[in-house]
């Protein structure tokens, strides 16, 4: 399997010739879905989810297919009839080749004035791979490789080590980072690797690495 960390919290897998995207949202490169045989959403929030971008790839590739949550699939589902599957909690499919298993329900604590919506995490190839999304969902599944959201308004650096600590993964990539200046970069590097008790790694966008 190859991974490419595209910018901010999207990701895209390769395998046996084939392409799943994880959240290609705003913060994402225009073309960061253009070429999915399949996309996975995690939740509604525009860095995740840019409905430009994924009408782009679906129209680009007429087999491509989308599974995301409910909240997602109903503002892009009629353009496309057929090719968008709603998913939740438990639920398993195979996309692009890549099976994949649902973990999680909702979207981490911003503030306790604002209300959750609903956040689900992709395990891939029985763990392979994990993307939660926003949230620090744990998957009752071992994970190879985590892709380790590093910086959000709803997390802090010690939370991020925990979850790192918890999943206990044989590495961890940096995701869901570009709020998260060059300055800070070292620090979170450092505190992280020195501390998470996993790999701790980050590529540039448009880099990749062999799984």
């Given at each position: ?45 525009p860095d995740?989810f840019n ?101 959000a308004p ?58």
């Open positions: 399997m190859r991974f490419t960390k595209m910018s901010h919290a999207c990701v895209r897998l390769e395998k046996d010739g084939r392409t799943l995207v994880l959240d290609p949202g705003g913060f994402s490169e225009e073309d960061a879905a253009l070429g999915a045989d399949a996309i996975l959403v995690t939740h509604e929030h995740h409905e430009e971008r994924l009408r782009t790839a679906m129209e680009a590739n007429p087999a491509a297919e989308i599974w995301t949550l409910k909240s997602v699939a109903e503002k892009i589902s009629a353009a496309f009839p057929g090719r968008v599957h709603t998913v939740g909690h438990g639920d398993t499919f195979t996309a692009a080749g890549f099976d994949v298993q649902v973990h999680g329900e909702l979207h981490a604590v911003i503030h306790p004035d604002i209300p959750r919506i609903t956040n689900v995490g992709y395990l891939v190839d029985g763990g392979r791979v994990f993307h939660p999304g926003d949230a620090l969902t744990v998957p009752d599944h071992p994970v190879e490789t985590l892709m380790l959201p590093v910086m709803w997390n802090k650096i010690s939370e991020v080590i925990e979850y790192v600590r918890e999943v206990k993964p044989q590495r961890a990539y940096d995701i869901h980072d570009a709020l998260l200046t060059d300055l800070a970069r070292p620090i979170y590097d450092n505190q992280i690797g020195a501390l998470g008790g996993a790999e701790h790694l980050r590529l540039a966008p448009g880099q990749s690495a062999a799984l």
